[in-house]
């Protein structure tokens, strides 16, 4: 079976890689701010501090396999100002889905579930 698949449906089968969404190179505040004006957000600073974390967080560890994993680092990053519920507030598609989009990163797979980040 696995030697009829292609590269990429391997990476998938075999290692659970996603590619369904890929970088948005090139990547800079103005196309971030674009973005996210598509989604109906205007990017106040406390946005901008989440969709920096989640770059600088896929710079140095890549594109985390699941959103639930991401859901968490958010959570505890945030927890002094309320966690995913305040995240909720500043994303109300969700702070995995929105945040990763607006940051031109991959979201991670089951990242439509409602309980690992978007409403949607």
Not at 14 to 34: C, H, I, K, M, Y
Not at 40 to 48: G, I
Request: aromatic share 10%.
């Amino acid at each position: 079976m696995v030697d009829d698949m292609d590269e990429k449906e391997k990476l998938s089968f075999v290692f659970g890689v996603q590619d369904e969404s890929p970088l948005v190179s090139p990547w800079n505040r103005e196309v971030a701010t674009t973005i996210a004006r598509q989604m109906d957000l205007e990017l106040s600073d406390v946005q901008w501090d989440v969709v920096t974390f989640l770059r600088q967080h896929f710079e140095t560890a890549g594109t985390l396999d699941y959103a639930r994993d991401l859901s968490v680092l958010l959570e505890q990053k945030f927890k002094p100002l309320g966690g995913l519920k305040y995240l909720y507030r500043l994303f109300p598609k969700g702070p995995v889905t929105q945040g990763c989009t607006i940051a031109g990163i991959p979201v991670p797979k089951s990242s439509t579930d409602p309980s690992f980040g978007t409403t949607a």
